[in-house]
């Protein structure tokens, strides 16, 4: 399939630069896939297009503090953003200006932290050396939250500390965030609950290759960058009885939903962890998932690729320019689609 197939005009103002007001104030686009009809909402009322017995499934990943801003004892500036974490103390980041950081370059932080540069790797990217080396436990104190390259600002709001993570967040370790589960409150979790609607929870790490567009010509060219995931015997076992009991698993989001079929495996959920590169795109036949609660992606993306995979690549599209036509907002603190 070409990716030029899964392009689409957008209007750079649709781009949204910060949060709904209120999170389940964003506007909802629903899609049934069934007849192609298209309805529009709030995200407060979801509760209304799930049935008694439906499971959804979030992510509980917490996007950690991964944007550092140092110096070199030369007093050059570096920013250092961290990916992930392969032994203790010792990660996969971005460096910039990298070309400037010549490799044994020690970095210093505020709170103590340092860390010394390693080798540029052949994608860009650096392996860095932290002391001491459990960086997790300070990142409160001296990291940024990492913005999407999109939300243009120069520093981060106040805001973002926590409009940036779920309400369910507990799992540090995403650089950037699992965006269909911010619409959540407390108040739509009543009205799930009341409506006899379940919930599981999954973690995977969210990375930054989630942002990298499909550069080549055709998507089955394309590869993504692995994620760290945890798929919990209880996640396995309730979403198993789920569907044993005739009830529809809702993935909410495209990181769930490479989990989950990435564990369905032999006619059942089984539970793991480990990395997934599970690369989801038409034509692909679904397993793990029934419904698919997702914001609006970047024109040539892989996430826009497993939706099209999802719902049809003509009625996605149909959707997409439906919701620029309607000045749906999009991307990270956009609005939501829940597709059926």
């Known amino acids: 399939m070409k990716t030029a197939d899964i392009d689409y005009d957008l209007p750079e103002e649709l781009i949204a630069q910060h949060p709904c007001e209120r999170r389940d104030g964003s506007r909802l686009l629903v899609v049934n896939r069934a007849t192609g009809e298209l309805r529009e909402d709030e995200y407060r009322n979801v509760a209304n297009y799930l049935r008694g017995g439906d499971c959804m499934a979030l992510n509980d990943t917490r996007v950690i503090r991964a944007r550092l801003h140092g110096q070199k004892d030369t007093g050059g500036r570096v920013q250092v953003f961290l990916l992930r974490e392969e032994t203790p103390g010792v990660w996969l980041a971005l460096m ?43 990142l409160e104190s001296v990291g940024e939250i990492p913005l ?27 650089v950037a965030a699992p965006t269909a589960g911010l619409h959540f409150t407390d108040e739509v979790f009543a009205a799930l609950d009341a409506k006899g609607v379940d919930r599981a929870f999954l973690t995977l790490h969210v ?70 590169d599970k690369y989801i795109h038409p034509p692909y036949t679904f397993q793990g998932v029934d419904a698919l609660q997702t914001n609006f992606h970047l024109p040539k993306s892989s996430l ?20 620029v036509r309607q000045r749906f907002r999009f991307y990270s603190y956009g609005d939501v689609m829940l597709i059926l």
């Not at 990298?212 to 692995?226: C, N, S």
């Not at 909410?252 to 480990?274: D, I």
């Not at 826009?304 to 919701?323: I, M, N, R």
């Open 96 to 138: 910039r200006p990298s070309a400037k950081v010549k490799p044994g370059t020690v970095v210093r932080f505020g709170g103590g932290v340092s860390a010394t540069a390693g080798e540029v790797l052949p994608d860009g990217r650096r392996r860095v050396r932290f002391e001491p080396p459990n960086v997790l436990d300070v």
């Open 148 to 174: 999407p390259p999109y939300i243009h600002r120069d520093t981060p709001e106040s805001g973002d500390l926590t409009r940036y993570q779920t309400v369910f967040a507990r799992q540090p370790g995403a």
């Open 207 to 276: 990375g930054y290759g989630t942002f990298k567009p499909v550069a080549a010509e055709t998507l089955e060219e394309h590869r993504v960058d692995p994620e760290e995931f945890e798929f919990p015997e209880e996640t396995a076992a309730r979403l198993n009885a789920v569907r044993a009991a005739g009830g529809r698993i809702v993935a909410v989001g495209t990181t769930c939903t490479r989990v989950l079929e990435t564990q369905f495996q032999h006619g059942a959920f089984t539970a793991g962890a480990g990395v997934t």
């Open 304 to 323: 826009l690729a497993l939706v099209c995979a999802f719902a049809g690549t003509e009625l996605t599209l149909k959707a997409y320019q439906h919701a």
